[in-house]
């Protein structure tokens, strides 16, 4: 099944320990993105990936890091949480980030991160 | 910083009747993306629709794109309790940003 596999499903963590959120598609799509979707505000982007090694600020990338070292695999880091990332996070995958071909996101089930 | 903004925010209406949201940007698109989500669940993708298109249809859905206006709209005939959801626009530029709305929440009873 063609599928954005994101994992924990669920996180309560402490501020300051360094946490990853590992992101997986096997549909062999160039294009990876992260979201984090706030009440009222909608999804907002972190960080993108056109390919491996090619990763892009999204709007809201501080605190966070990424990394793209194979295509199926697009990991979300947090050096150093703090309360104010308490959000759900989603990673989504494209064949071409929506711009050329014309092709919609498939996304993960989510990841609900809390820090205390 | 958003560029799509629904509205209304929330629609209440009964089953069999006809479901209208708005999504409205600021910037030059490449193509403009209607989303569903379920309950705070990953999003589910509707319909696409080209920056060169004015209305696309698919199955009960039909979405229109004024460019001019940069609005769209999605139209859900017939509705269901099943398509109780939030429905986001999201918008593709050149640069290969997508930036999504604060969306529309949905709800058809029974």
């Known amino acids: 099944e063609a599928q954005v596999t994101q994992n924990p499903r669920y996180l309560i963590t402490v501020t300051g320990k360094k946490l990853t959120v590992t992101c997986s598609q096997n549909m062999n799509h160039e294009y990876m993105s992260w979201y984090r979707q706030d009440p009222g505000l909608g999804l907002r982007q972190i960080y993108y990936?056109?390919?491996?090694?090619?990763?892009d600020k999204g709007d809201v990338p501080e605190g966070y890091k990424v990394s793209r070292k194979e295509k199926r695999n697009f990991p979300l880091i947090l050096e150093s949480p703090s309360p104010n990332q308490t959000s759900l996070y989603f990673c989504?995958?494209?064949?071409?980030?929506?711009?050329?071909?014309?092709?919609?996101?498939?996304f993960g089930s989510g990841t609900r991160l809390t820090v205390v | 910083s958003q560029q799509g903004e629904e509205d209304p925010q929330a629609l209440s209406i009964q089953e069999g009747e006809n479901a209208t949201m708005n999504c409205s940007y600021k910037?030059?698109?490449?193509?403009l993306q209607w989303y569903r989500q379920n309950s705070g669940r990953g999003l589910v993708h509707l319909i696409l629709i080209r920056s060169n298109e004015r209305e696309k249809h698919s199955g009960r859905l039909r979405v229109t794109l004024d460019t001019s206006k940069k609005s769209s709209s999605l139209l859900i005939t017939a509705s269901r309790a099943a398509d109780t959801a939030s429905y986001f626009c999201?918008?593709?530029?050149?640069?290969?940003?997508?930036?999504f709305g604060a969306g529309t929440r949905l709800f058809v009873k029974a």
């Open positions: 999201a918008t593709v530029t050149g640069g290969f940003k997508t930036i």
């Open positions: 910037t030059s698109i490449n193509n």
């Open positions: 990936s056109m390919n491996v090694e090619v990763t």
């Open positions: 989504a995958s494209s064949p071409d980030g929506g711009s050329l071909g014309g092709y919609g996101y498939t």
